[in-house]
């Protein structure tokens, strides 16, 4: 989907390289605090976050890995083209599928690539030559011998087609991690390894790009926020592609993507809020997977669509014991009853924009969104658009620095907030 916020956000602001590469460490990039009540905004660096926020709120993160997502190959006839892998498909594949095998189905996005050889990722999306066509059957080769069938156009997102991979797996995994890359755009002009495009808490794999706003987490903020007394659980939701190079599609088509929300996060949800903390989400990503697994706790329904198959993700309790932050006198029982989020796996399709009155998120950590971007809607959830344009435009002002490896920006409740109410603009 696309936005209706829009500004103008001049190259120059358009991080092209990350924080460690421009002699930053990852915690050092700019933060920029909103007050939600007030629309004032403040200054800081993301190493100042744990002073930012209350002892006693609960700061939730998403823990997928980011995929090498982006893979060159070429049609059975030699023409060359991109596959940019958006969203496994947990169904499998169906019986009886010619030319499947045992792989796994995958949406993907088939780009054409330019001719003189220039590297494709320096070419916008929507700018790219017009990609071989591929029809239902059609093989597809990559590097190392990897292969994939075409099996049709998806059913909701005309760009996309269904492709059938000849592996699954760990075998299949291993396969990417040979045969692609990150998805990369025209902003950031040289390759960079996929561990740039992972955070702290990267644990099974699935994301097409990064859950970025976890980006600037180091080791030591952890620490720093744990002797604050502040919380910290995570939730997986395996993101889906930013654009689709086709306007009308990123306008209208919101993607299924599979999450899991741990027993031991929806405990901590409602424990901090029954005890007067607030939930902060990391990235719009954990905005979307509490706020529908606070929908299916409302609801006597059964969780919409198939359960996700998770892979390690099912198993990431010793990850989320050592990178826990609260000491455990600090985190308050979860009371009986119900809780404000129900645990457990499956897939969130909600659209939240203007008008949506989150259920269980207080406050955002997220990335700056470039114009017309679908996550600026999510935002104005938060913050109301004039509220919205005006950080946005202090932000231009101030020389923030936009996208994956750009600055963050907290929108914080501060009416019961941290010692710090009144933030130094």
Known sequence: MRSAVRFRLPPELEAAAPPEARGLRRDHVRLLVVDRATGSVAHHRFHELPRLLAPGDLLVVNDSRTLPASLLGHTAGGEPLEVRLAARDERGAGPGEAGTGSGERWAALVLGVPADGTDPALVATDARPAAPPVAAGERIVFAGGLGATVLGRHEEAAPLVWLAF????????????????????????????????QTLFAAGPGSAEMASAGRPFTVQT???????????????????????????????????????????????????????????????????????????????DPPPGSTPRWGSVVEPEGARSRLSTAPARTVPEAPAGPGLVRPGAGVSRLRIGPGYRPAVVDGLLTGLHEPEASHLDLLVAFLDRPALDQAYAAALDSGYLWHEFGDVCLLLPTDEGPESAGLPA
């Open 222 to 300: 952890l620490r720093d926020l744990r002797h604050r007394g502040i919380g910290l659980a995570t939730i997986s939701l395996h993101a889906g592609l930013s654009t689709y190079g086709d306007t009308a599609t990123d306008r209208r088509y919101v993607p299924a993507e599979p999450y899991l929300v741990p027993e031991a996060t929806a405990a901590a949800v409602t424990a901090h809020r029954a005890a007067g903390g607030r939930v902060i989400a990391v990235g719009t990503t954990v905005v979307r997977a509490l706020e529908t697994a606070a929908v299916r706790a409302a609801s006597s």
């Open 166 to 197: 000849d592996l699954a797996g760990e075998r299949l995994a291993e396969a990417l991690h040979r045969a692609g890359r990150p998805v990369r755009y025209a902003y950031v002009p040289r390759a960079w390894p996929l561990h740039h495009y």
